[in-house]
């Protein structure tokens, strides 16, 4: 994971409301999306074998589906 990303979760952390938290998930989250970019180019280019980064990869899509249930489900609870 960048440091970026983790800035965002760590920065989510101490947020200022429900709304502020679920903004600096979404830009962890857009983050890691832009990651699994960068690690796709990097495979597809050849630039390094795919196998040497799969579990990267893997990991960085696990992140991304944790931190979209993590959004999904604190709208689910604003909503009540």
């Known amino acids: 994971m960048v440091n970026s990303?983790?800035?965002?979760?760590?920065e989510s952390q101490a947020s200022e409301?429900?709304?502020?938290?679920i903004h600096k998930l979404g830009i962890a989250q857009k983050e890691a999306r832009e990651s699994l970019y960068w690690l796709r180019l990097l495979s597809e280019g050849g630039v390094v074998p795919r196998r040497?980064?799969?579990s990267l990869m893997q990991e960085t899509n696990e992140?991304?589906?944790?931190?979209?249930?993590?959004?999904?489900?604190?709208?689910r609870r604003r909503g009540r």
């Open 5 to 10: 990303e983790l800035a965002s979760i760590e």
């Open 17 to 21: 409301s429900r709304a502020d938290f």
């Open 52 to 54: 040497r980064i799969e």
């Open 63 to 75: 992140l991304v589906a944790i931190i979209t249930a993590i959004i999904v489900n604190r709208k």
